[in-house]
């Protein structure tokens, strides 16, 4: 099956206690499809999956899957670094309606090789759709190189990466690609890959559903919207996409700890960018 060719790793929005704002999700998901998104990953790390819930992170799934605008993609993030905990993750996800689970690679505990295969064939084994792993060494530590994509591209199930490595980009026999970096979208898709799974796509997603649409002008469009990338990655992910739509006039809240809210500088950055780029008026 197609999960489609943009696919935006939504936020979470919180109320002014903290709380999953299910409204305000709804809304930022509904407006996602209507400016370019073919789907949404759901509770990835962009979402703030890491502080959330057991029940809150399978209310949002089940909530997306529920109020999905026709024809989009729901992709649950489900991965962790104890295998049973994925697999129940991703079974309870598939049984909401997901369309596909993203799977990280198993962190802080650095499986070995053959552990990684048994992970990610176990994660498999507990769901007959498709299963996107999650190659992102910056944040995990820990490598899946192409050598081992190949080889789970073997297991059944296991259909696409999303590889934020952008060193290793490159296509793998049996496995959908997909950038993991805004940064390498047009280079994924100059690569015949799938396409990507982006951050900035909740502020550009017009821009970067061109970048698909007409391959003429990819180049150029890309080349416009490297300050916005940049921007994204002022500090970490997601505090900058976050105080991105919320100058835009979006209600997605602040942040639950350890992450913080912009500084005036990083503020001064992304604000810049919006601007720079015709975001923001």
């Known amino acids: 099956m197609s999960l489609g060719s943009v696919i935006t790793a939504i936020v979470t929005p919180f109320d002014e206690q903290q709380r999953v704002d299910e409204a305000a999700f709804l809304s930022l998901f509904r407006y996602l499809i209507d400016h370019g998104s073919d789907g949404v990953v759901v509770c990835g790390t962009t979402g703030e999956a890491p502080t959330l819930t057991a029940e809150e992170h399978l209310r949002l799934i089940e909530l997306a899957c529920a109020e999905r605008p026709a024809g989009a993609t729901v992709i649950a993030s489900t991965g962790s670094n104890y295998t049973a905990h994925a697999c129940e993750m991703s079974a309870r996800a598939i049984e909401l309606g997901a369309d596909a689970v993203l799977s990280v690679t198993p962190y802080y505990n650095r499986p070995n090789r053959r552990g990684l295969v048994r992970h990610f064939t176990e994660i498999a084994r507990a769901t007959a759709k498709p299963v996107v792993l999650y190659n992102v060494p910056s944040r995990i530590g820990l490598a899946l190189d192409n050598d081992l994509l190949a080889e789970l591209a073997q297991v059944e199930h296991i259909d696409y990466v999303k590889q934020a490595d952008n060193a290793a980009l490159a296509q793998?026999?049996?496995?959908?690609?997909?950038?993991?970096?805004?940064?390498?979208?047009?280079?994924?898709?100059?690569?015949?890959?799938?396409?990507?799974?982006?951050?900035?796509?909740?502020?550009?997603?017009?821009?970067?559903?061109?970048?698909?649409?007409?391959?003429?002008?990819?180049?150029?469009?890309?080349?416009?919207?490297?300050?916005?990338?940049?921007?994204?990655?002022?500090?970490?992910?997601?505090?900058?996409?976050?105080?991105?739509?919320?100058?835009?006039?979006?209600?997605?809240?602040?942040?639950?700890?350890?992450?913080?809210?912009?500084d005036e500088a990083e503020l001064d950055v992304i604000r810049k960018a919006l601007t720079d780029t015709g975001l923001l008026r």
């Open 172 to 262: 793998v026999d049996g496995l959908g690609l997909y950038a993991g970096n805004d940064d390498g979208f047009a280079r994924t898709l100059d690569l015949g890959g799938c396409g990507g799974i982006l951050v900035a796509s909740h502020l550009a997603g017009e821009q970067m559903r061109r970048m698909v649409d007409e391959p003429e002008n990819r180049a150029e469009i890309d080349a416009s919207l490297k300050p916005l990338y940049a921007a994204m990655s002022v500090t970490t992910n997601p505090i900058p996409v976050k105080a991105a739509l919320n100058l835009l006039g979006h209600r997605v809240g602040g942040l639950r700890l350890p992450l913080v809210e912009a």
